[in-house]
């Protein structure tokens, strides 16, 4: 496994454990509370489509 596979995963992990940690504060406490998991959630997934195009790119070349 190479190492952009690697933070692709832990960028998909991280996003989702922030999405169902702001579900859980909306629900449990207010929705103001699970906005900045929501928030973080959204530059997770930032950064994990950047490792995704990186990585594919990467293996394209890798190809050639």
Known sequence: MNIFRLLEVCWLILTLL????????????????????????FFTS??????????TKNDSEADK
Do not use: N, T
């Open 18 to 41: 922030a999405v169902s940690v702001g579900i859980y504060k909306s629900l449990i406490e207010s929705a103001l509370s699970g906005l900045w998991f929501f928030l973080l959630a």
């Open 46 to 55: 930032i950064f994990w489509m950047l490792r995704r195009a990186q990585r």
